[in-house]
């Protein structure tokens, strides 16, 4: 009638343990978290790439005005950057277009230096996002100049 457990016998255990019990509590959580950053990221998507756009526009222009780079119009690179971020701000962002133009812009970051033929470069990609831009560019010409370039520095390029 009364019977008291046997200690010898294993008890018998009801429901998880603690420890599975806590880890799936975890993975619930951390499950709740990816969803939740990647529905955010998802409705922000625009604002992420205009954001990471201008970001990398002004690290490139940043660079060439602390890192003077001879026959490089300054001038002309901040006036076609500023208006292409204005203009960036103001229109949504077309994503196969964008994504032409980032890997573009990422190349000429890649080595953390902006010559002279990068600078140009740069100035064109802007343009060609945003053709209106042209208006702020010198007519025809790129806007460096070889002859400011020193020969020793073309002759070591090629």
Same mark, same amino acid.
Request: hydrophobic share 45%; net charge negative.
């Given at each position: 009638?009364?019977? +008291?457990?046997?200690? *010898?016998?294993?008890?018998?255990?009801?429901?998880?343990?603690?420890g599975c019990l806590v880890a799936l #509590?975890?993975?619930?959580?951390?499950?709740? #978290?990816?969803?939740?950053?990647?529905?955010?990221?998802? /409705?922000? /998507?625009?604002? %992420?790439?205009? *954001?990471?756009?201008?970001a990398m526009v002004r690290a490139i222009?940043?660079? =060439?005005?602390?890192?003077?780079?001879?026959?490089?119009?300054?001038?002309?690179?901040?006036?076609?950057?500023?208006? @292409?971020?204005a203009r960036l701000d103001r229109e949504?962002?077309?994503?196969?277009? @964008?994504? !032409?133009?980032? +890997?573009? %812009?990422? @190349? %000429?970051?890649?080595?953390?230096?902006?010559? !002279?033929?990068?600078?140009?470069?740069?100035?064109?990609? =802007?343009?060609?996002? @945003?053709?209106?831009?042209?208006?702020?560019?010198?007519?025809?010409?790129?806007?460096?100049?070889?002859?400011?370039?020193?020969?020793?520095? =073309?002759?070591?390029?090629?």
């Amino acid at each position: 009638m009364n019977q +008291q457990p046997n200690p *010898a016998l294993p008890s018998e255990k009801k429901g998880m343990s603690k420890g599975c019990l806590v880890a799936l #509590i975890v993975v619930i959580v951390l499950v709740v #978290i990816v969803v939740g950053a990647g529905l955010v990221c998802w /409705k922000y /998507k625009d604002r %992420i790439m205009t *954001a990471s756009t201008v970001a990398m526009v002004r690290a490139i222009t940043t660079e =060439l005005n602390e890192n003077a780079v001879e026959g490089v119009d300054t001038v002309v690179v901040n006036q076609v950057s500023e208006a @292409f971020i204005a203009r960036l701000d103001r229109e949504e962002m077309d994503l196969q277009r @964008f994504q !032409a133009f980032a +890997q573009e %812009i990422q @190349f %000429i970051m890649a080595d953390k230096q902006v010559d !002279a033929e990068e600078a140009d470069q740069f100035v064109s990609l =802007l343009v060609e996002y @945003f053709p209106e831009l042209e208006d702020l560019t010198p007519e025809d010409e790129p806007i460096w100049d070889t002859a400011a370039v020193p020969e020793d520095s =073309l002759e070591q390029e090629e």
